[in-house]
């Protein structure tokens, strides 16, 4: 599956260049004009990365960022902009910006830096024995999970079902499957359980249950992770 990209970009001809080249490298591109939009569609989007230009009409870059952040988006955020001044640099970091880019750059550059965003964001080390997503870091040899380097208390069956989602990521997943491959064919729960230990996963990851983030609810299908 080619990684989504969502650029967020008000000039025209360098959406559109960064769109095609961004495509020629496999890449599904969705671009948008201004900072309402993209937030919107960061929010809803299922995107692996977000390259946001910091002078937008209207919602400035910056106020993206935070935003998206303070909502608990954890998508990758690449930012573009015109100034040069370490200060922007520095702002876009701290309101939670992965990388910074500065106009005009190399398109060589840019490619780099996205790649590096997208490998960041999947499995770690040689084994693939670890996850991060958002501000959380998932061991699954040590079966731990921190945020930000604070450790989070997980149930094993907890645990088991995020390595599942993580490991199906993006992918719409009934709750029968859940049961099946979480709890075992011969286990005799519900799928109310499945709900109680997903409401219970969103209680711990969630920066907001009710409006979840990373453990998406798809009426009538079952769930799907989006971290």
Not at 33 to 58: C, K, T, W, Y
Not at 218 to 226: A, M, P, Q
Request: aromatic share 8%; with cysteine; glycine share 10%.
């Amino acid at each position: 599956m080619a990684s989504r990209i969502l650029l967020v970009e008000d000039e025209p001809g360098l959406r559109l260049t960064l769109t095609d080249r961004l495509e020629s490298e496999g890449y599904a591109v969705e671009g948008v004009a201004n900072g309402e939009e993209g937030f919107q569609r960061a929010s809803d989007g299922h995107f692996d990365l977000v390259i946001l230009d910091v002078m937008l009409p209207g919602k400035s870059g910056f106020d993206v960022c935070r935003d998206l952040r303070r909502s608990s988006v954890g998508v990758p955020i690449l930012m573009l902009t015109a100034r040069g001044q370490i200060v922007d640099r520095v702002v876009g970091l701290k309101l939670g910006a992965d990388d910074y880019l500065t106009k005009p750059f190399e398109m060589a550059e840019l490619l780099a830096r996205v790649e590096a965003r997208l490998r960041a964001r999947g499995p770690v080390g040689a084994d693939g024995q670890a996850y991060r997503f958002g501000p959380f870091h998932v061991d699954f040899r040590s079966t731990e999970i921190t945020r930000e380097g604070k450790p989070i208390e997980l149930a094993a069956k907890e645990f088991r079902l995020l390595r599942y989602f993580i490991e199906h990521r993006n992918a719409t997943l009934g709750r029968d499957e859940l049961l099946n491959e979480v709890w075992g064919y011969d286990a005799l729960p519900t799928t109310r359980t499945v709900d109680v230990h997903v409401a219970g996963l969103r209680r711990k990851l969630e920066a907001n249950p009710r409006h979840p983030h990373f453990i998406l609810t798809l009426h009538g299908l079952g769930y799907k992770f989006v971290g």
